[in-house]
C-alpha cells in the first residue's frame, strides 16, 4: 500500500510539472523590449577594462581627435531631462570604436546626458533582436533612469555605410566601404545619425 502511495504521488508530481512546464517556458521566454536593466550596466572606465592596452590607447587616441559637429550639439544641448545613452557593445570590437568615443562627448556636452555599456548575454541576444531586427554592436538607445527605452535605435553603422554594402556587387567592395568607415571616413555620418536619435526622443 505504501509504495503503491508512494507511486501515485510520483505521477501526480510528473503530471503536474509537464502541465505547468508550457507555463514556464513561455514565462523564461518573456523578453521585455520596452526597458533595460541598467543594474546590468557599467561605466565608461569599466568597459575600457574589458580590453588590453592596445584597444585602450586607440580609444584615448580616438577620443582626443574627435570633436562634436555643431549639429550634434545642438541636439544634445537640447536634452533638459535625465537620460542615458545605453549602449551594447565591447571594446574589442572595432564598429564600437567608432561610436563609443562619441557618446562620451556628449555626456560632456551635457550633464544631464549619462552613458552605460552592457554585454550581449542570450536574453541581450534576443532583445535586440526582436526590437532592431538585427543582433550587432553597437547598439544604441536612449533611456530614461528607470531603462526605459524613449528613443529610435543606432546599430554598427550609419545608414550611408548599410546602403554602400547594400550596392556592393562583391564582397571585396564590402569590406573595402567598412575599412573607410573603421578608419573614420563616415564619422560625420555618425555623428548624423546619432543627432536623429536624439530628435527621436522628443
Given at each position: 500500500?505504501q ?9 501526480f ?10 507555463l ?15 543594474k ?14 592596445i ?25 533638459d531631462f ?36 552592457f554585454?550581449?548575454d542570450?536574453?541581450?541576444r534576443e532583445?535586440l533582436l526582436?526590437?532592431t531586427?538585427?543582433?550587432r ?10 531603462g526605459k ?5 543606432y546599430?554598427?553603422h550609419?545608414?550611408?555605410v ?8 562583391t ?9 573607410e568607415?573603421?578608419?573614420g571616413?563616415?564619422d ?9 536619435l536624439?530628435?527621436s526622443?522628443?
Open positions: 500500500m509504495k503503491r502511495k508512494c507511486a501515485f504521488i510520483g505521477v508530481i510528473i503530471c503536474c510539472f509537464l502541465n505547468l512546464y508550457p514556464c517556458e513561455t514565462a523564461a521566454a518573456f523578453v521585455d523590449v520596452d526597458h533595460i536593466d541598467l546590468q550596466g557599467v561605466s565608461y572606465e569599466r568597459y575600457l577594462f574589458g580590453g588590453n592596452g584597444q585602450i590607447e586607440k580609444m584615448f587616441a580616438r577620443a582626443k581627435v574627435l570633436r562634436l559637429s555643431d549639429s550634434l550639439r545642438s541636439a544634445v544641448q537640447r536634452i535625465p537620460v542615458i545613452f545605453t549602449t551594447y557593445g565591447s571594446i574589442t570590437c572595432p564598429d564600437c570604436a567608432i561610436a563609443v568615443p562619441f557618446l562620451e562627448l556628449l555626456k560632456n556636452a551635457n550633464p544631464q546626458v549619462e552613458t552605460l555599456y554585454t550581449r542570450n536574453k541581450a532583445m526582436e526590437r531586427g538585427l543582433n554592436i553597437p547598439t544604441i538607445f536612449i533611456t530614461d533612469r528607470s527605452i524613449l528613443s529610435e535605435h546599430v554598427e550609419p545608414r550611408i548599410y546602403d554602400l554594402l547594400a550596392k556592393s556587387k564582397e571585396d567592395e564590402k569590406r573595402a566601404h567598412i575599412d568607415f573603421r578608419a571616413k563616415y560625420d555620418d555618425v555623428q548624423s545619425d546619432l543627432s536623429e536624439i530628435d526622443i522628443f
